[in-house]
């Protein structure tokens, strides 16, 4: 049975409910988002008492589904100003599924000029709120450390670092993952960890120990989808095993991560590099996920047992893809960074001209230690240095900047941790990458222009993760009659951000979409155990599109209007190389994605 | 000539190539050669082969090489990370699709 836990942060209390029957179908994405438009006035100031957190794990978190343990927070963005769900892996998803807990609703606030700082344990039998001072100030790494530490069970934990507790709206909200080694596993977008900090939370711990985990109801159906789920993911040469029979390599992101696109995106013209100035990197290989499993092979062999770095490593109990990894330090093998993904490669390396694998890793510590999200971080540097303030191409510069961020007191520090609209219209720059106030991540739009249209419309602010039309969209940089540029982008772009919405809200990884969409029995297995599990039929789409529809709504009511759906100047007027092309989608396209919804 | 990118497994068709550095494998130019032949000349099938691009563009096995162009080689586990590899038509999932849109 599961239940929903809702905490009072103004009175430091909580109670237990069970799910409302309103919200039985709904998870993840689909609960938060539904929670936050029923219960938050979207014009509210997203930093004071009016808002509210939400935590949800997907549909079928906690259950044997492969790859299902995602988690998803929700809040009023105090960086977009609008509707954020943002998602991630690592334990606690998985904890709160063990748990039977659908759903966790924050609200309210300490009293202003409280000083003390809270972090709540939830178990089984009990929630407890409690003073947590002696955490406040401290690096994400120590932080998880004394977490586990303290609490035995390899309890999930969640929170906001120094940039969160400082309310700076670059922060996201951490996640340790499964080893306990690294905070990296983040909510990374929307400045949600400034949400957790103005609350006065630190960290939620969860701990799994004892429950009963979901039951499906038509245990027999979900059983069978499972196994089709399972076979399509490990049979694809993408999502598949590290290697086949013979012991070669197979797997594509087993072996290289999600950064394995460093290179294909470059080689495709459509690599935002130097502050979006060319879509081709040439120091793509040098941080590429290539380059991540040849040092990790490297020091394994120099290092033996001591060394730590990780290829083919899950980001959640029981992801079967395990495309994640741990980049470790080339003269120790100790870890460096885990994971080093591809949008943190790119945001902190083509993006900034920096070819040093070694310091794009160090700003990815960084940013997970003062918990900051690295899409952001990277586009927010790009500003200072589109600004005058530092060089394209400085590693170390960037590294000694980003460090000023841990002293409360340095201008520069505050505003690195502030975002990219604050950063570059503080700094006079009149090329700033933003949609809704929310930097764009590793696509450039004017070749890809899907991604583009997404990037626009969803009511996220910028985000690849929305609606992703890379595959059906690449192809966009040709020019004749049977090009993909003449299939409807708004048609396109809907119908990937509505099937997006479904996936969140159930809880599977994104990257499943291989094995969904080039496999029809991995799409009917992944329905199979989602129907199975509820008990009823799901529409994919309509589901999807119902989650949207709610989210936009509250996005008008915050003032949104059409003009917000629209890209930055800069990328109709500057055409890109290598292809030369500006984004050219009219307006009236963009409006169409949702005109009827 | 025909610069040759090579990424994944396909670096070792240069000796003493390293994932950090950039593999280039320049190759003679044949008139009129299209992908599917240049891919033969290199002793590779297509089913080898996962996302390559001529001059930044997709590539199709059928398209025709011009002297010059930069080729992007990726191997069969390196694709562009979104699903939906039938839409490109070029058989890298499906070789009966329903429709090309290539």
């Given amino acids: 049975m599961s239940r929903l836990l809702r905490i009072d942060m103004s009175s430091l209390s909580h109670k237990w409910m069970d799910v409302p029957s309103k919200y039985s179908d709904f998870a993840g994405r689909a609960f938060t988002s539904s ?26 978190a906690g259950t044997s589904a492969p790859s299902s343990g995602r988690l998803s ?21 998985t904890r709160l599924g063990q748990l039977g807990i659908r759903g966790i609703i924050i609200e309210g606030m300490p009293p202003a000029g409280t000083t003390d700082w809270y972090s709540i344990y939830i178990s089984k039998d009990k929630c407890e709120i409690f003073k947590s001072n002696e955490w406040a100030g401290i690096g994400l790494y120590e932080l998880i450390k004394k977490i586990w530490d303290k609490y035995p069970g390899r309890p999930g934990v969640i929170g906001c670092g120094i940039a969160g507790q400082r309310l700076h709206i670059g922060a996201g909200i951490f996640g340790n993952n499964m080893e306990n080694s690294d905070p990296g596993r983040f909510a ?75 290179n294909i995106i470059s080689e495709a013209g459509g690599l935002p590099t130097h502050g979006f100035r060319d879509g081709r990197f040439k120091g793509a290989a040098k941080i590429s996920g290539e380059a991540v499993h040849e040092l990790v092979d490297k020091t394994r062999e120099k290092f033996g047992d001591a060394a730590e770095g990780k290829y083919g490593h899950p980001c959640h109990p029981g992801c079967v893809m395990a495309c994640s990894n741990v980049v470790p330090y080339e003269d120790t093998g100790k870890l460096q960074v885990g994971p080093l993904e591809y949008e943190s490669a790119w945001a902190l390396g083509a993006n900034l001209d ?10 990815n510590r960084l940013c997970n230690d003062l918990g900051l999200d690295t899409i952001e971080t990277g586009n927010t540097l790009a500003m200072m240095m589109e600004g005058g303030l530092l060089e394209f191409g400085d590693g170390p510069g960037a590294i000694a900047a980003l460090k000023e961020a841990y002293d409360p007191k340095s201008p520069i520090g505050r505003l690195i941790c502030s975002g990219t609209l604050i950063a570059g219209r503080t700094l006079g720059v009149t090329r700033i990458p933003v949609v809704k106030g929310q930097a764009l991540p590793a696509y450039d739009p004017r070749p890809i222009r899907g991604i583009g249209v997404t990037y626009a419309t969803t009511p996220m602010g ?3 993760t929305a609606g992703y039309t890379i ?107 290598p292809h030369n092309v500006t984004f050219d989608v009219t307006d009236e396209e963009l409006d169409a994605v949702f005109k009827d919804l | ?17 390293v994932p950090t550095e950039d593999t280039i494998l320049n190759l003679p130019y044949v008139q ?29 096995e059928n398209t025709v090489l011009s002297d010059g162009d930069r080729i992007g080689l990726f191997p069969f586990n390196m694709v562009l990370l979104c699903g939906g590899q039938h839409l490109k038509g070029h058989g890298y999932t499906q070789s009966d699709v329903d429709v090309d849109y290539y």
């Avoid at chain 1, 399509?232 to 072996?255: C, I, M, S, Y």
């Avoid at chain 2, 240049?38 to 691009?53: E, I």
Wanted: hydrophobic content about 35%; aromatic content about 6%; proline content about 4%.
């Fill in chain 1, 73 to 93: 927070i929700g809040a009023k963005s105090p960086l977009t100003g609008g509707i954020k769900e943002s998602n991630a892996g690592g334990l606690t998803g």
């Fill in chain 2, 1 to 17: 000539m025909l610069e040759l990118h090579l990424y994944g497994v396909l670096r070792q068709l240069v000796n003493g190539s």
């Fill in chain 1, 188 to 262: 990374g977008r929307g400045g949600l960890g400034a949400v957790m900090g103005s609350k006065r939370i630190i960290a939620i711990i969860s701990d799994g120990r004892g429950g009963e985990g979901p039951k499906p109801k038509d245990k027999e159906r979900f059983d069978r989808g499972r196994k089709a789920l399972t076979e399509a993911l490990q049979n694809h040469p993408v999502t598949g095993r590290l290697t086949d029979d013979e012991g070669k390599p197979f797997g594509g992101l087993a072996n290289y991560g999600t950064n394995i696109l460093q």
């Fill in chain 1, 354 to 363: 920096i070819d040093s694998l070694h310091d794009v890793a160090e700003l």
């Fill in chain 1, 471 to 577: 595959a059906a969209e690449i192809l966009g940089v040709k020019g004749k009659i049977s090009d993909p540029r003449d299939l409807k982008k708004a048609d396109l772009s809907r119908a990937f951000q509505a099937t997006t919405a479904y996936i969140d809200s159930v809880g599977y990884c994104l990257f499943i979409a291989f094995a969904i969409l080039d496999n029809d029995d991995g799409f009917q297995g992944m329905v199979d155990t989602v129907n199975g599990f509820l008990g009823k039929e799901i529409d994919v789409t309509e589901y999807g599109l119902a989650v949207i529809k709610k989210e936009r709504e509250f996005n008008r009511r915050a003032g949104f209007t059409e003009k917000d759906d629209r890209l930055p100047e800069f990328f109709r007027t500057e055409p890109l190389p």
């Fill in chain 1, 462 to 464: 910028a985000d690849h």
């Fill in chain 1, 35 to 60: 929670v936050l438009s029923d219960e938050v006035d979207p014009t509210c100031d997203p930093l004071r008492e009016g808002n509210k957190i939400v935590i949800s794990p997907g549909l079928l």
């Fill in chain 2, 32 to 60: 009129g050669e299209s992908f599917h032949g240049l891919v033969q000349r290199l002793g590779l099938s297509m089913s080898d082969l996962g996302d390559c691009f001529v001059n930044g563009t997709l590539v199709h």
